[in-house]
């Protein structure tokens, strides 16, 4: 299709940025850059898409319709996407690629303007000639049609002398959201690190927690809310009284996975791991892959959802459901605390449901209507999730007894902190098991 073409079709199809008469949206494409040069860039297959138009210039603007230094009109999809490669082109990070896109669908034209991607990565050139050996691959990645039922996403033994940084994000800010735990989260040697092969991610009490929080440089979050916290004019202390650490996947994928996980959970009061898929586009929606209260036992009218219980499921953060937090999950009922030992957590995450095991036993199966608390069916992309955190208001619910103690504080008030702190004998449980320990994570393509 020549320019004269693209520009009748934009001409007769009147259209906004992102919708035309509210029936299409178009997907935001996958980009690529390679080394030493090569560039790919790509949208999803849809039945209805007849032409994919991209047109970009490197560090330089670009107006509406104007051709760009490199374009190309897309007439057939291949393995799912439509893709313009052009194998010429250098770039380097941080490059600038401003571009403009026209999607025809259904007969009409969409077109987005304006738009810009930074090299952030430079793949290797083998990748770009990499023909998918699936035909319908059921699993996608950010990096599309590169895998097939049973290929690796993740796969880390710890073996190394340090965190594999390809792999991991180290975490380092202040929990201002989901459910508000205790702590902070540091990216410390003293909090995360690898000791004989294992991954070791430790809580502690935090020095000076009653003065102002600094986590600059090193934040892991744009926001400054997340970065640091002032204590001035405050006749509340708000801080949070402990340091733990979290590691998250870099590697964000579809929730189609099998997923297994060699651990020994962390023992402790008021401490839990966060061993979890977490939705990309809506953080609150997890699923739990491994969970279980680091208190010894946790009771009420004779009933103990202490450490001696495992749950796993789909779950949803939020302070509303603070009286109610385990609603819908599945629960494996074990002989003493799950932190006792090591065991092996596995999920396996279909379209048809989601099966959760502990030492090849399963213990809990959802199907798509069985699980009204969270629909994972809508879940798209997920990253894996890796720490361990401190109390907060909807996994501890109140009117329980620790070991026939109170628990110190009440979800939802305004002087938790304080009150965790001025009842410690919490602390007196804290140990050198008091942390999470792994021995290995694979992520594999159903």
């Not at 969970?291 to 009420?300: A, C, I, L, P």
């Not at 996994?395 to 620790?402: A, N, R, V």
């Amino acid at each position: 299709m020549d320019g004269q073409t693209l520009q009748e079709i934009l001409i007769i199809c009147v259209c906004f940025p992102l919708y035309c008469y509210g029936q299409y949206q178009v997907p935001t494409p996958t980009f690529e850059a390679f080394k030493p040069k090569g560039f790919r860039v790509s949208i999803p297959d849809d039945e209805k898409v007849e032409l994919f138009a991209f047109h970009g210039k490197i560090n330089k603007p670009i107006i509406q319709i104007e051709p760009g230094d490199f374009s190309q009109d897309v007439l057939k999809a291949v393995n799912g996407r439509f893709t313009y490669t052009d194998p010429n082109i250098k770039l380097k990070e941080n490059d600038v690629i401003n571009y403009w896109i026209f999607v025809q669908h259904d007969q009409l034209g969409f077109r987005i303007d304006e738009q810009s991607w930074t090299v952030d990565e430079l793949r290797p050139i083998e990748e770009l000639n990499e023909v998918s050996r699936c035909i319908n691959p059921r699993i996608t990645t950010e990096e599309p049609n590169k895998l097939c039922p049973g290929d690796e996403i993740i796969h880390d033994t710890f073996s190394g002398k340090a965190i594999d940084l390809n792999t991991w994000k180290v975490e380092q800010y202040i929990p201002e959201e989901l459910d508000f735990p205790l702590n902070i989260y540091k990216n410390s040697p003293e909090i995360v690190e690898i000791v004989d092969d294992t991954l070791q991610i430790r809580t502690q009490l935090a020095q000076n927690f009653s003065q102002n929080i600094n986590l600059n440089p090193g934040c892991t979050r744009t926001d400054n809310m997340f970065c640091a916290k002032s204590n001035r004019h405050q006749t509340v202390m708000w801080n949070q009284p402990t340091v733990s650490g979290k590691l998250t996947s870099k590697r964000t994928f579809s929730a189609f996975v099998n997923i297994t996980i060699r651990a020994k959970l962390p023992k402790g009061d008021y401490v839990y791991p966060e061993i979890y898929l977490q939705d990309v586009a809506n953080p609150e929606s997890l699923i739990l892959i491994a969970f279980t209260r680091g208190n010894e036992n946790y009771e009420k009218n004779g009933i103990d959802i202490g450490g001696k219980q495992l749950y796993g499921g789909p779950y949803n953060i939020s302070i509303k459901d603070a009286k109610n937090p385990h609603n819908y999950l599945a629960i494996y009922k074990n002989a003493e605390h799950i932190g006792n030992k090591w065991h092996t957590f596995r999920a396996n995450l279909g379209p048809d449901g989601l099966n959760f095991y502990i030492d090849d036993q399963l213990y809990g199966r959802f199907s798509s209507v069985s699980s009204p608390y969270a629909d994972f069916k809508q879940i798209e992309m997920v990253r894996l999730v890796l720490g361990i955190a401190v109390g907060g208001h909807s996994l501890f619910p109140d009117g329980y007894t620790s070991s026939g103690k109170e628990k110190p504080y009440k979800n939802l008030d305004r002087y938790s902190v304080r009150d965790f702190l001025s009842k410690s004998s919490w602390l007196e449980t804290w140990s050198s098991d008091t942390g999470l320990q792994v021995d290995y994570v694979t992520v594999t393509a159903l």
